[in-house]
């Protein structure tokens, strides 16, 4: 059977100056999971490093180029779930991890849990050697643009999560 992998860039408007770069990015993502399942790695192998890829793209709202929360932090949610035997890692509000998606697939594999969300999450990603990144290497000038015209406009600030099935 030929491997086949989609990926999309996130949900709502793209801006005409934001197309080319964003198209790369999910053109890169698809190929970086290709890759893998073309030399036969498993699709969660595949689908962890097109996210990955993802998150360290400032074009996308995940890892490096997340939206901000109300105190101008990057806070990140992801999930990941095994399509063959429904097994599934998940944290939230995760703050200074370049790539959530590693540390929800550690959640899924590791743990007897589920969900890990803040501080727990944040012990785990230490217990399991997960790098930590200055949270100011996460936020792009576009994103610390958006924050300072959502407060000027009053406008409430709500987290996005990325969700991501393997099958």
Excluded at 53 to 78: I, Q, R
Excluded at 130 to 153: A, C, D, M, V
């Amino acid at each position: 059977m030929k491997p086949v992998i989609v990926v999309h860039g996130g949900a709502g408007r793209i801006f005409k100056e934001r197309e080319e770069g964003s198209r790369t990015g999910v053109v890169r993502a698809a190929l970086r999971g290709y890759g893998i399942l073309k030399q036969g790695g498993s699709a969660l192998d595949a689908v962890e490093e097109a996210v990955r890829s993802m998150e360290d793209d400032p074009h996308f709202n995940a890892g490096c180029g997340s939206v901000l929360n109300e105190k101008g932090e990057v806070e990140m949610d992801a999930i990941i779930m095994d399509g063959k035997n429904l097994d599934s890692g998940a944290v939230s509000a995760v703050k200074c991890i370049a790539n959530p998606i590693k540390l929800a697939r550690l959640v899924m594999e590791k743990t007897k849990h589920m969900l890990l969300t803040d501080r727990g999450a944040h012990l785990f990603a230490q217990a399991m050697g997960i790098p930590e990144t200055p949270g100011e290497k996460l936020i792009t000038e576009r994103s610390r643009e958006r924050w300072k015209n959502n407060l000027e406009k009053g406008r409430k600030i709500l987290r996005c999560q990325k969700w991501f099935l393997c099958l």
